[in-house]
């Protein structure tokens, strides 16, 4: 499978993010550049690049944008995705991310590993739910997903 070279978010429009959301995006983005599975799928009617890709992630007119450019910075391809399936998620995320980070300050390790378990649920779920809008337009793995799920995550917040 192909790869992500470069990952940017277009935070036109979004609210500053709290240290915390910051930490999280950043965090994402390596971790995505150290190891990422993103390809796009074979279609019968055109070639489609190989990769790897640069990603520009974008909310744009209330959807989600995946624009995609070759390495020389050619226009591989680009996608939008409704952000309807990932409201409920994503606020889910946020409420479970907010008691984990209230924990890790007043409560035992025992509560914070429940809290914890929780958090990374949810996370897999969003990653599920983007595995499947993602379907028939690029194929990732799970890791990836999780990693990107985050960054949806970040542009919700704006």
Not at 51 to 68: H, S
Not at 73 to 78: M, R, S, T, V
Request: negative net charge; hydrophobic residues 40%; charged residues 30%.
């Amino acid at each position: 499978m192909s790869k992500l070279l470069s990952v940017e978010i277009d935070e036109a429009g979004l609210a500053p993010p709290t240290p915390e959301i910051e930490q999280e995006r950043k965090v994402a983005i390596f971790d995505l550049l150290e190891d990422n599975s993103f390809a796009l799928p074979a279609r019968e009617d055109r070639t489609v690049p190989t990769g790897p890709f640069n990603l520009l992630l974008a909310i744009r007119e209330r959807r989600l944008v995946f624009d995609l450019t070759s390495q020389s910075g050619d226009k591989a391809a680009e996608f939008h995705l409704s952000l309807g399936p990932f409201r409920q998620v994503v606020k889910d995320y946020f409420q479970i991310c907010e008691s984990y980070f209230d924990a890790v300050k007043k409560m035992p390790p025992s509560q914070i590993e429940a809290i914890d378990m929780a958090r990374r649920g949810i996370h897999n779920e969003g990653a599920r739910v983007l595995q499947e809008r993602l379907e028939g337009k690029a194929e990732v793995d799970i890791d990836t997903a999780r990693r990107l799920f985050t960054l949806i995550c970040v542009l919700h917040w704006g």
